[in-house]
């Protein structure tokens, strides 16, 4: 009865496995299948898709505008969570509550009302659509998940290390800046990489909101149209797979060593 | 040097520090003892500038610290969990102070030497914090706020997260190490024995008021209040009966014990009531196992149950012709047996045994 | 204290010397930002809905005619409908699934090793949404991976038509899209579970079935609730999946918003369709969190 119980749900994670990788596994696939019918049988390997990228300027443009967007965003909606995050988890005044659930009612609601509510002020006031748009929007839904983050780090960090600072002489601000921040900066660097890819990868409000410069995932909307180009979509497809794994592992390394340093044992470990 | 004039902190509903009074005397070791929540450490930040009091003021060296923040009272704090900063080396947390006052790098470094030597920590600037041991940390934490040269050193229970042989040679340490620095010496424990080889005065503390305030052979000897008796040392309480009483004496009569003359304390002015508490220390009393051994008073008793220390072994005594009980301890010198239940035995004892309440 | 005293009160300095007054003030960042850019647009999109649009030019007398088209269509009604529909599916199937993988992560993996399993959940989600949703509909299609395999190898002759840009295509391709954001609120409140209570229970002679039913199932009921939420009110508002693989049978609410919006050229329509799906997903949401309150407490009496 245990057995089968253990290995009947191994072969059910097996299976699971298999479907949530199946569309990741076809990405790479396909971007060097020497075809542009986007089915099997396969018909041999090439990395022209991947050339055709590289010649593709439109792609370099909306590539551009979404890193510029994204480094905007999790800029703005880090220093937003942290904002919220300490002051809720630190000071008590009123309405606490009631402002923090305000910011953070993106996370209920679906993007297409946020990219809908805000074309409408843009349009009411007669707005130019543009990057800057986009970021407000980008912003409002990147900033609860920065405070959710920051709150944890906050949370983690014992308050009497402050007091001891603050104490022993230092300044408020150089109580932040020397004991604080350095205790926390693993959470911002995740804030900052989570907010990041939310931007690079959001598309209704950016395709809402944008102007003539669009970002990425708009460009590749367009592109999804034309049958001929689906070859190159998936080559795009795999390099940004490729890229996000390398962020995330290097966010990981990172993590590990500010645990290290922090002196908190880290719980499970990623390697 | 520190007077508190009727400090009053509420938190809500709960008074932690309910009108406290009291001054501290430069170069003092100073403790402060009292069960868990009755306010200790609110009224050490209150001091420190953490807590800002309902009521009341606090002066330090003649300056009231109304509106003085805790970043610049010259006070430094000893947290109870040490509070060291984790991502520092023992050099950088001893250091902390002095280079947020802006001091160079090369003064820094010999006054950090220095504290760490006084905390024998030669050597160890490098090791990062939390590399260290729960002894060690402590000593990181008490050079980083001796190095500051503060007036007040405040201390929250700075040995509680110790194990018992760490402890006790912390207290040696420490009591050492305040004679040689001559700073005032502010210590929070819940435990009287600490109190009481450490400290030069110690207050007592219940539900945010001050019970007492005295040197601990006084408090030990002289409790003011049965709460404070129970708190320090065990006592033995015992009904008692005024019999007559002059100026400078009183006559008792004890239940189950006997009648006694004693010197009347001197914080008692007004006169005793007839139905009174007394209380009898365990090392007072005597059990007598020589027949030939005498003492002013005698009284028999049968044990009720003991316990085993060691050196010592306790006992209850239930005394004859009475209910009431008393605890006798017992040194366990060579050729002395320890006694078993049911055993009768003699209590000896004199009027200086006896504590009126 | 007056209005005019506490604005006074909050514009000087001592105020932001006071822990309260630091408080609002690093709050208060965040909160009018939100208030700007969240309160007042969709404030706005509640006035829209009530007015009315004259070709080019906004009408701003008050009409719930918007709100009456809205209801009273077939077409807005079967859209609202299938996309309360897709999303109660969605969630249902994808929270389904989810459970016993994150119940195999929390208690069949070793500790040291949880964090790589959880990673090893979300890597084939680091790559973008619409490229994951594309990529059903490569796999789904009628050229795609399935059919167009298939008819090419010769084993089926028509393309398989239950997985051919309708409603299943839309509920699968959102059951994988949203599969981590379902396992990892159930995996963290099974985190949480004290491992004694369990091993008590055994001890107490309760089976493997009872114990699951007793004590797991109702301590990872938070996590399940958090899941449900996660999952069921974004995809109502989806766009991208159905227009991708849903067909013209597939479509929802989300689409025809826009619709609205952009090339209909009247946003005060789409405002009240807006409104109106908003409404129904707060009230859906609710209910159910409501229900699951009622559940909980009758169980624990
Ligand atoms: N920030 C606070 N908010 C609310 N109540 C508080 C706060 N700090 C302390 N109290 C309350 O004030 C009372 C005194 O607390 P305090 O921490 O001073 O006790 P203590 O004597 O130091 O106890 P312990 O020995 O456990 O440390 C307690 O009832 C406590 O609950
Ligand atoms: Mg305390």
New interface residues.
Partial sequence: M?WT??YG?WA??SL??I??????L??PI?ALNDSR?????LQGLTWRWFALLWETEALHDALRNSLIIASITAFMSTI??L??A???S?????M?KG??A??M??L???????G??????V??FGFDLSLWTII??H??IC?PFC?VVMSTAFNNF?R??E?????????RG?TFR??SL??VLPGVIASLLISF?IS??E??IA??LAGVDVT??VY??GL?RFPAR?PS?MA??TF??AA??LL?ISA?VIRRYGAR????SS????? | MIELNSVTKRFGRTVALDSVTLTIQRGEFFSLLGPSGCGKSTLLRTISGFEHPDEGDIYIDGQSMEGVEANRRPTNLVFQNYAIFPHMTVGQNVGFGLRRKGLRKGEIKSQVNAALEMVSLEGLENRHAHTLSGGQRQRVALARALIMRPKVLLLDEPLSALDKKLREQMQFELRHLQRAVGITFLLVTHDQEEALTMSDRIAIMFNGRIAQLASPEEIYARPLSKQVAEFIGSMSFLRAETLSQTIDAITIRIEGLGTATLPRPAQLSAAMKKNITVGVRPELLTILFDPSETFEFETPGTITGRVYYGDMTYYEVRLNNSSQVVTVSMRNTAGRSILSEDSAVRIGWDSSSITLI | MGKEKLLKFVTTRQFIRTEQGRGLTLMGVPFIYAALLLAAPLTAVFALSFWSQDYLEIDRTFTLANYHEVWSQPIYRVLMARSLGVSTLVTLVTVTLAFPIAYFISFHIHPSKKLLWIFLITIPFWTSYLMRIFLWKVILGYNGVINGSLTRLGIIEEPLSFILYNFNAVVITLSHAWAPFAILPIFVSLEKIDRSLLEAATDLGDGPVRRFLCITLPLALPGIVAACLIVFIPTVGDYVTPRLVGGPDGLMIANIIEVQFKRANNPPLGAALAVSAMAIVALASLLFVRLNRKYLRSNSS
């Fill in positions: 245990k119980l253990k749900l059910y994670v699971y496995l479907f949530l990788y199946m569309p990741a076809l990405l396909f019918i986007v089915a099997f049988p937003f969570g904002m919220a300490r002051a809720s630190r000071y008590a005044f009123p606490r402002m923090a305000l910011v009612i993106p209920v609601l679906p993007e297409i009302i946020v809908v509510s805000l074309l409408v002020v349009m009411q407000l929007g912003v409002l900033t405070v014992d009497s290390l007091e001891a600072a603050f104490d022993l002489g230092a300044t150089a020397w004991v350095p205790l890819t690079l990868d598309f209704i395709f809402f990425l995932p590749i909307w999804l689906l979509v795009l497809g940004l797979l996000s794994l995330l990981e340093r922090a002196g908190t719980n499970g470990h990623l390697f």
